[in-house]
């Protein structure tokens, strides 16, 4: 299925020279810093997501519990600092690093990004270290 392309992700593809596979499905994926690929799609509401993946989840169990338990004590120490969220793949399987950019933030998809990008650093370098 083709899908129609955000207006700000288009622009944002167009100034950078990404390429987008044809057809498009709904999402593209920016490789940032040769490191982090950072997925752009739209959102509801004409809002655009970004979405990183940060880990695999551990196997179930106590020490799931205890990593995730972690996670979420460190997430709610940079809820004041950075608005991406982590988020759990509906399979369960997945840590993500997640940011929903809504139309009336006053923040360009440019600066989102940047921000977003600075989290998804201090995200990688802090996950290790909850396992």
């Given at each position: 299925?083709?899908?129609?392309?955000?207006?700000?992700?288009?622009?944002?593809?167009?100034?950078?020279?990404?390429?987008?596979?044809?057809?498009?499905?709904?999402?593209?994926?920016?490789?940032?810093?040769?490191?982090?690929?950072?997925?752009?799609?739209?959102?509801?509401?004409?809002?655009?997501?970004?979405?990183?993946?940060?880990?695999?989840?551990?196997?179930?169990?106590?020490?799931?519990?205890?990593?995730?338990?972690?996670?979420?004590?460190?997430?709610?120490?940079?809820?004041?600092?950075?608005?991406?969220?982590?988020?759990?793949d509906p399979n369960e399987n997945a840590l993500w690093l997640?940011?929903?950019l809504t139309p009336g933030e006053g923040i360009s998809l440019?600066?989102?990004?940047?921000?977003?990008?600075?989290?998804?650093s201090f995200w990688t370098g802090a996950l290790p270290r909850?396992?």
């Amino acid at each position: 299925m083709n899908q129609s392309m955000h207006p700000v992700i288009a622009d944002y593809v167009a100034r950078h020279g990404i390429t987008v596979p044809e057809p498009f499905r709904g999402r593209v994926t920016v490789v940032v810093d040769e490191r982090y690929r950072v997925h752009l799609q739209a959102a509801g509401e004409n809002a655009v997501a970004m979405i990183c993946r940060l880990a695999s989840l551990p196997a179930g169990g106590a020490t799931r519990d205890q990593w995730l338990l972690n996670v979420g004590k460190l997430a709610l120490g940079t809820v004041s600092m950075c608005p991406a969220s982590c988020v759990i793949d509906p399979n369960e399987n997945a840590l993500w690093l997640q940011h929903i950019l809504t139309p009336g933030e006053g923040i360009s998809l440019d600066e989102s990004m940047g921000q977003f990008v600075n989290a998804l650093s201090f995200w990688t370098g802090a996950l290790p270290r909850q396992a």
